[in-house]
């Protein structure tokens, strides 16, 4: 069981300058729950910087604490746009089982209020996904479209635009859609700016993929490092660190021992290892590790 001590290093790591700790970060105090929520209430209401109070909030999604719908209510109130659709993913829980309007109302003038992005406003609308069809759609119908033509498949810059926009409202079948294109286009793109943009859109979606503790891209990111003869975009490392599990530490040490001479690549591989290694409560005696030591001295 993780110690308070634990608990005030991870929330530290909400303000690191390392997106892999902060990920991580969130992930952990996710799964820590209860114990965790106290500190996090305190940096999503506090003075910390707009960046930490935003994970705060994220790292508060599927707690059952009504401490945590009370933080995230008060957090609606923000201008940053990050903040504010942080704090609905935390209510999208709490909507449909509330006994009174509090929540339904707070949410529902953010949908349709046009002074906020359409973003936003989405992100308001899919926090009320969980209610009956009659109270959503008069709200529906004043709420911009979310891609309701799905991602933009055809330019690597429009991608990550939708995943930007939309990613946090889109069904998981569309981000997955998206990371199977964008390789597919990836692979079949003769142009290397082409190719690394659209490797950065793949990277984005499993990095949303990740946020919302999906598995389903779990095999591109294993081939992905098992092949990678280089650094790769920061999502892909985020999503490794946010939901890798035991299998993703062999084809890790792959894309560390292609890279010997990018020492901060090897750094922050090894650091996603390193908390895999904690999440599957691997020690020095798992018979993983002790090859991982031995076929690759130093990575773990």
Known sequence: ???????????????????????????????????????????????????????????????????????????????????????????????????????????????VDPGRTARVRVAAFAALADLPEHLLKPIRDRVPPPASAGPLLDDPRLAREWIDAHGAAATLSELHALVVRAREREHAESVMNLRLEWMQARG??????????????????????????????????????????????EPLAHAWSASPKDLEWRHQLAMTAGTIVRREKLNGRSALVKRLRSQWPGFV
């Open 1 to 111: 069981m993780p110690s308070n001590t634990d608990i005030g290093r991870l929330i530290v790591d909400l303000h690191s300058t390392d997106s892999v700790r902060r990920d991580a970060a969130v992930a952990r105090l996710r799964i820590i729950g209860h114990r965790a929520v106290s500190r996090l209430v305190d940096v999503s209401t506090g003075d910390a910087s707009v960046q930490a109070r935003a994970l705060a909030l994220s790292a508060l999604e599927g707690i059952d604490d009504s401490r945590a719908a009370d933080a995230a209510v008060r957090a609606l109130a923000e201008h940053d746009a990050e903040t504010v659709i942080a704090a609905l993913g935390v209510l999208r829980g709490w909507v449909a089982r509330e006994e009174g309007t509090r929540l339904l109302d707070a949410i529902t003038t953010i949908a």
């Open 204 to 249: 984005a979606a499993h990095h949303t993929l990740a946020r919302r503790q999906s598995l389903v891209g779990l095999y591109d990111l294993r081939e992905t490092f098992e092949t990678a003869t280089k650094a790769l975009p920061q999502g892909f490392l985020s999503a490794a660190s946010a939901i890798g599990d035991a299998s993703c530490l």
